[in-house]
């Protein structure tokens, strides 16, 4: 993995601010960023493993450990609360006995908060994913986990 | 002749089942011909089937697939049919706007360049390529359109500052010299807020041209997109637009790239987006000085919002004057109001500025979607004042709401209905400040977690009448102490909240 990782860093290395595309890059590849991999990135980009770290833990979508199978995004911001988004996620969190940034025991479901899908017409809102849902409700929910 | 239909491809349609919709359609074995447009921005009528006759294109919605293999029964339907909505044009809904901006947006396939140009596209950047720098700054500078984004800064004169600016020709950074930049923030981090989305999914090209247009008039030659990682769809189309446009040579000699970010509401500020454009932690800068002075790596750039670029081709293509006699005083051109949270005809809604927030509620939004009264709505964002329902005959423009205290920001509007609990959303407030905050500064920083604890108390009974005062003495602070808007307007919901409804605290 990490051979790959600084393969990826090093062919990015010469773009404008590379950092954040090179974290894309290893995301989508590796489902997250593994810690072990700040020092080769730091190599690669010709940073101190400090600002690696330091970008890494600032952004909220930049995950350090595996995710599960699916993610499950749920938006917590007004226009979904506005429209019955705190009992989604208060019924989420009892569904997969968990709480946000989680993973359940057997690895099928992480549940991350998301501030705005900008799916506002159509709240609450849920994206598993890329793929994006409508006006969830308790029922629907369910109906999208354990499909 | 194959008849054309239109199935929405913009990703909250997809999310209520067009690309089902699609698929039927496709496997009906009729002479149809399928186009994946964008969305009209009628959103409780998604999936909207379109079809196109001799007098329009008549509207179904909303359909879903399994109603497709009926409508299609008697061969393509027409007007006649029980089920058809008329034309599309003719709902009083869309009738009634003025699209300048989101002209083309559900309109054609947004990756057809043929569609775009075939409805005026590209006619500003022939005409910007004609002119001087100066004189298209001019026109925009004349046209009074204002930052779309939120903070409404006069965007002709914010480019006007990066034309006169000198990109520093010895900078440290060999890659940066002498180089300006347009940078379009495609961040839209706001509750409420989706226009952007809708433009970059269902009409990129015209963000691309706007851009363009930008590079001309400032002399910059490369641009970037922040786009939000929450948008993927927006993301890839934009990528694939501007592969298309570059082949088919409108961008000339200017590179644009579209970046992703990573989940920080904190980066639609702008400087704390060119931090990180400039791959660092999204810490907001001080200003000045003004990133239109030294922006991205130091140099002259521009940063507007997605509606504010969109917004310039036909300023250039129709001229200063067309757009500016729309709207009212110093709100000029329209605005792209989005209605959202617990509305029943919730939408796109782009008209002049000067209509009242009553009627955008009542005859487009059409009341709640639960069809309980209104208790309040919040506009401009999660940064945004709760408005009470005395207050909706104010005019949507800039002043006016100021003179309420509240703000248009960047055309958000969320309806809440009375069952809505406003004292969880003062707390709500803070505690998204406690997430969302960079931490440079102490006010925005510490000042949320304490708000959130002082909130938890008033309402947990604890010395409520001494908290409140205390409440209100940190809201000070944060306001008049923090470097940005993110800890300088948390306490705007949260005071308009104590004010208008204080036994909810």
């Known amino acids: 993995m990490m051979d790959r990782i600084s393969e990826i860093a090093t062919s990015m290395a010469d773009r404008p601010g590379a950092l954040l595309p090179v974290l894309h890059a290893i995301q989508d590849e590796f489902g997250y960023v593994a810690p072990g991999a700040v020092p080769h990135i730091a190599r690669a980009l010709n940073l101190s493993r400090a600002e690696v770290h330091g970008v890494i833990s600032f952004y909220h979508l930049i995950r350090t450990e595996p995710p599960g199978n699916k993610v499950v995004y749920l938006c917590r911001a007004e226009s979904c609360q506005a429209a019955g988004g705190v009992a989604l996620e208060q019924h989420a969190k009892q569904k997969l006995g968990i709480d946000y940034h989680q993973t359940t025991a057997d690895g099928e479901v992480s549940l991350e908060p998301v501030y705005c899908l900008g799916n506002c017409v159509c709240s609450p809102s849920v994206m598993v994913g890329d793929k994006l849902y409508s006006r969830v409700n308790p029922d629907s929910f369910d109906d999208l986990i354990d499909s | 002749m194959n008849s054309r239909v239109f199935v929405p491809a913009d990703s909250t349609a997809r999310s209520l089942g067009a690309d089902d919709v699609a698929q039927a359609v496709a496997e009906l074995g009729q002479d149809v011909e399928l186009v994946r447009n964008g969305s009209r921005g009628l959103y409780w009528l998604e999936p909207l089937l379109e079809i196109e006759t001799a007098q329009g294109r008549i509207g179904f919605g909303p359909v879903n697939d399994t109603q497709i293999a009926d409508l299609f029964k008697d061969g393509v339907p027409d007007a006649s049919h029980p089920d058809c909505l008329g034309l599309v044009e003719e709902l009083p809904y869309l009738k009634d706007q003025q699209r300048l901006t989101a002209a083309r947006v559900g309109i054609i396939d947004p990756l057809s360049i043929e569609d775009y140009c075939a409805q005026g596209g590209f006619r500003g950047l022939a005409t910007a390529r004609e002119l001087k720098p100066a004189d298209i700054v001019q026109i925009v500078t004349e046209s009074g359109l204002r930052g779309r984004g939120g903070a409404a800064f006069p965007t002709g004169i914010k480019w006007q500052t990066v034309l006169d ?98 989940g920080a509401y904190i980066c639609g500020e702008e400087t704390s987006m060119l931090e990180s454009l400039e791959g660092k932690r999204g810490l907001v800068r001080y200003k000045p000085p003004l990133p239109a002075i030294s922006g991205f790596f130091g140099q002259p750039t521009v940063i507007n919002n997605v509606i504010s670029l969109a917004s310039v081709p036909i300023i250039l293509d129709q001229g200063a004057s067309h757009y500016r006699d729309f709207g009212v005083g110093r709100s000029t051109g329209t605005l792209t109001v989005q209605l959202a949270g617990n509305c029943a005809r919730p939408g796109l809604v782009e008209i002049p500025f000067g209509i009242s927030l009553r009627e955008v509620l009542e005859d487009y939004g059409g009341g709640t979607r639960s069809g309980r009264p209104i208790k309040a709505v919040q506009a401009g964002g999660p940064l945004g004042p709760y408005i009470p329902p005395e207050k909706f005959d104010t005019a949507l423009d800039y002043e006016a709401f100021k003179e309420i205290d509240a703000m248009v920001g960047h055309g958000g509007i969320v309806v809440f209905d009375d069952s809505a609990d406003l004292g969880h959303m003062a707390r709500f407030a803070m505690e998204f400040c406690t997430v969302e905050s960079c931490g440079k500064c102490t006010p925005c920083r510490i000042g949320s977690v304490r708000g959130l604890e002082v909130i938890d108390k008033i309402r947990g009974g604890e010395d409520a009448d001494n908290n409140r005062i205390l409440l209100k003495d940190l809201c000070q602070t944060m306001m008049e102490g923090s470097l940005c808007a993110m800890g300088g307007m948390t306490p705007l919901p949260v005071l308009s909240i104590m004010q208008h409804w204080p036994e909810e605290l």
């Open chain 2, 165 to 262: 600016a000198e990109a520093d020709t010895d900078s440290a950074l060999p890659d940066y010299r002498g180089q300006k930049y347009i940078i379009c923030n495609a961040d839209e981090g706001d509750s409420g807020t989706f226009v952007d989305r809708m433009i970059m999914e269902s009409d990129p090209f015209v963000l691309i041209e706007g851009m363009v247009i930008a590079g001309l008039a400032v002399g910059a030659g490369l641009g970037y997109i922040y786009c939000r990682a929450e948008y993927p769809q927006a993301f890839n189309t934009l990528q694939t637009a501007i592969n298309i446009a570059g082949d088919a040579g409108y961008l000339g000699d200017f590179q644009l790239e579209v970046r992703k970010a990573a």
